[in-house]
C-alpha cells in the first residue's frame, strides 16, 4: 500500500468521523427541538384548559368558553400528531362534542366574590394570563386579527369590572360595619377608575349605581363633611392600582 493510499484512507476516516459526529448534532438537536416544542405544547394547552375552568364564572360567558376550547383542541390536535395517548384523545372527543353545542356550551364556572386584596390580585393575574394566551394565539396564526382585537378589548373590560367589584364589595362591607368614611372612599375610588378609561361610556351603569351610593353617604355624613384619611386596606389597594399597568397592545 503506498504512502498516498494510506493518506487518502487517513482523509477519508477523518472526513467520515466528522460527518458522523454532525450528523448526531443534528439529531441530538431535532430531538431536543420535537421536546421543546412538546413541552411548550403542553404548558399552552394546561394554561387554556385552566383558564376555562377557573375564571370567574359572572365573566365566562359562552363565547369565551368557546374560544378557550377552540385554542386548546387545535394545540391538543397538534401534539397528537407528535404522538398520541388515551388520555388526549378523551380530551379531544370532549372538546369537541363542548365546542359542537355552540352558544348552548356548558359553563360550570363557580361564583367568585372579589371581597379581598389577596383575591382581586389572583383574579388580575388570571386576566393578565388570558391576554397572554390570546397574544399567543395571534402570533401562532390560531385566530385572525379581528378577533384577537375583540378579545383584547373584552379583556381590558374585565379589568374595569375586576376593579368595579372589589371596590363595590368593599364599600359594602365597610356600609355593614357603619364605617361610612372609607365606604365613600371605595366607592369614589370604583368611580374615578372607570372614567379614566376611554370607554368609561360602557359603564354609565356602574357609574351611576356607584354615584348613588356616594351620594347616600354624603347625606347620611352631611355634605359637607371630609372623609378621613384612606384606610390601611384603601391604602394597599393603591399599591394594587399601580401595579395595574395598562397591559401592552396585542399590535404593539
Known amino acids: 500500500m503506498s504512502v498516498s493510499m494510506i493518506a487518502s484512507l487517513i482523509v477519508s476516516g477523518a472526513f467520515l468521523l466528522i460527518f458522523i459526529s454532525f450528523l448526531n448534532q443534528k439529531l441530538e438537536a431535532h430531538q431536543l427541538e420535537k421536546t421543546r416544542l412538546r413541552a411548550e405544547l403542553t404548558s399552552r394547552i394546561r394554561r387554556y384548559e385552566q383558564l376555562s375552568n377557573n375564571l370567574p364564572g359572572q365573566w365566562m360567558s359562552p363565547a369565551l368558553k368557546l374560544l378557550l376550547s377552540r385554542l ?23 372538546l369537541q ?9 356548558e359553563i ?19 386576566l393578565e394570563n388570558l391576554h397572554a394566551q390570546i397574544s399567543y394565539a395571534i402570533q401562532n396564526s390560531l385566530i385572525d386579527s379581528r378577533e384577537a382585537e375583540y378579545w383584547d378589548g373584552e379583556i381590558r ?6 376593579h368595579f367589584e372589589f ?6 362591607q365597610f356600609l355593614e360595619q357603619g364605617q361610612l368614611s372609607p365606604a ?9 377608575y372607570i372614567r379614566k378609561k376611554p370607554n368609561a361610556d360602557k359603564f354609565e351603569e356602574h357609574l351611576l ?7 347616600a353617604i354624603k347625606i347620611k355624613q352631611g355634605v359637607g363633611q371630609n372623609i378621613r384619611e384612606p384606610t390601611q386596606l384603601l391604602q394597599g389597594m393603591e399599591e394594587l392600582e399601580k401595579e395595574d399597568a ?7
Do not use: C, W
Not at 362534542?97 to 356550551?105: F, L, N, V
Not at 371596590?167 to 359594602?172: A, I, P, Y
Not at 365613600?184 to 374615578?192: D, G, L, N, S, V
Open 72 to 94: 386548546e383542541l387545535v394545540l391538543l390536535e397538534r401534539l397528537t400528531l407528535k404522538g398520541k395517548s388515551p388520555v388526549d384523545e378523551a380530551r379531544i372527543k370532549l
Open 108 to 126: 360550570h364556572n363557580a361564583h367568585q366574590t372579589i371581597s379581598s386584596e389577596a383575591k382581586a390580585k389572583q383574579v388580575r393575574a388570571q
Open 167 to 172: 371596590f363595590d364589595s368593599l364599600g359594602r
Open 209 to 215: 349605581y356607584l354615584d348613588e351610593q356616594v351620594n
Open 184 to 192: 365613600r372612599q371605595a366607592f369614589e375610588r370604583a368611580a374615578q
Open 97 to 105: 362534542e363542548e365546542i359542537a353545542k355552540g352558544d348552548e356550551i
Open 246 to 252: 395598562p397591559m401592552k397592545s396585542i399590535y404593539d
Open 157 to 162: 373590560d374585565l379589568m374595569t369590572l375586576l
